[in-house]
């Protein structure tokens, strides 16, 4: 059964960090293409960064509005997803899911009938 479960979330100032975590279970999330989403309140969900492992060599690719702030990565003995955030701005503010591929690559993908397996989402609150 593939299960994704975030934490990390929090409250901080405009300017601060903080590191998302998603342990995945059930399947490998090196063979799949990882990706991290944010809804904010009355918006519609949004994709914020993706990440595979295609023939040993890792690629991301991130939305223009987190690019040089955000950084996503995995650690594959633990079979989790992280998202690093700096500099973080009140326009961060949602909640932020974590989703799993059915495929290996991301190349393209970033919407969200892209991705089969979700979180349940951990809240990332940014104050000014």
């Known amino acids: 059964q593939v299960q994704l479960v975030e934490s990390g979330g929090g409250s901080v100032q405009a300017g601060g960090s903080l590191r998302l975590s998603c342990a995945a279970s059930g399947f490998a999330a090196r063979s799949s293409c990882m990706a991290w989403f944010r809804q904010a309140p009355g918006d519609e969900r949004e994709w914020v960064a993706t990440i595979d492992i295609i023939a040993y060599i890792t690629s991301t690719r991130y939305a223009d509005s987190v690019k040089g702030r955000f950084t996503i990565s995995q650690d594959n003995a633990k079979n989790t997803l992280y998202l690093d955030m700096n500099n973080l701005k009140p326009g961060d503010t949602a909640m932020y899911y974590c989703?799993?591929?059915?495929?290996?690559?991301?190349?393209?993908?970033?919407?969200?009938?892209?991705?089969?397996?979700w979180g349940q989402g951990t809240q990332v609150t940014v104050s000014s």
């Open positions: 989703a799993a591929a059915r495929w290996s690559s991301c190349s393209g993908r970033r919407s969200q009938s892209d991705f089969s397996y």
